[in-house]
């Protein structure tokens, strides 16, 4: 294994043993499939219990609660001219790029601020935070960069910001079955599909064109789902994808 596959290994290798305790404790007994098409990477689904399963998750959702004052005080000293008002350079080229999109057609909201957030550097937990898993803040990731779920989070932070229903947004962990990796996405549903942001490419990619994962658990900050896979996933990798 080469430096840099133990490595992309280390950023989310507490994935795969959290998305077994997302699938152990989804009560899948008393769960409910979801059968209705389209199907997240053709899997089928069931929905799990209480959020606090996911504690790394919870965890973040109360940091972002706390960080809304950031974000809106920014806006503000953004519209009245007045750069004191965000705490970093960072934050407010942030901030002024989700503001940019306002009024854009959703697709293209879609492919500028996955572009536009993929610039940050890859860094891992043990670098950040000195431990082997952390889901970081938008606020966190800014300062700091972060690794694949860290993207997913602020996507799905200025996604909502943009007026996206929170009922359409998902990260989602998922083993890539190219790399043999566990690795967490941005699933956006849109207009009857499903569209992946991906720290991995810059271009947004329906979910069926996306056919070297397989979904483990997705989650947004009304409910959590396990997935079960109904087919092998096929090893081609869209034009365009660096690997």
């Known amino acids: 294994m080469t430096v840099l596959a133990i490595r992309t290994l280390a950023r989310c290798v507490a994935a795969i043993a959290l998305s077994w305790a997302v699938v152990a404790g989804a009560g899948l007994g008393s769960a409910r499939a979801q059968n209705i098409s389209p199907r997240l990477f053709g899997s089928i689904e069931f929905i799990g219990g209480s959020l606090e399963a996911l504690p790394q998750w919870t965890r973040v959702l109360r940091k972002i609660q706390a960080e809304e004052a950031v974000y809106q005080s920014c806006d503000r000293g953004q519209e009245n001219k007045d750069i004191s008002a965000c705490p970093s350079p960072a934050i407010a080229a942030w901030r002024d790029h989700v503001r940019s999109l306002k009024g854009l057609p959703p697709g293209r909201q879609l ?92 271009g947004v990619l329906p979910h069926s064109q996306v056919t070297f994962y397989r979904p483990y658990y997705s989650v947004n900050e009304t409910t959590r789902w396990a997935h079960v896979p109904t087919r092998p996933r096929r090893r081609l990798i869209p034009p365009g994808v660096t690997r």
């Open 111 to 202: 492919g500028e601020l996955n572009s536009f957030l993929n610039r940050w550097i890859y860094r891992l937990d043990e670098e950040n935070f000195n431990v082997e898993d952390y889901w970081a803040s938008p606020l966190e990731f800014l300062a700091r960069s972060g690794d694949c779920e860290d993207y997913a989070i602020i996507k799905y932070v200025s996604l909502k910001a943009l007026g996206f229903d929170v009922k359409d947004l998902r990260i989602v962990v998922v083993q890539d079955v190219v790399r043999n990796l566990p690795h967490a996405v941005l699933a956006v549903y849109h207009e009857g599909d499903i569209l992946i942001m991906d720290s991995l490419f810059e």
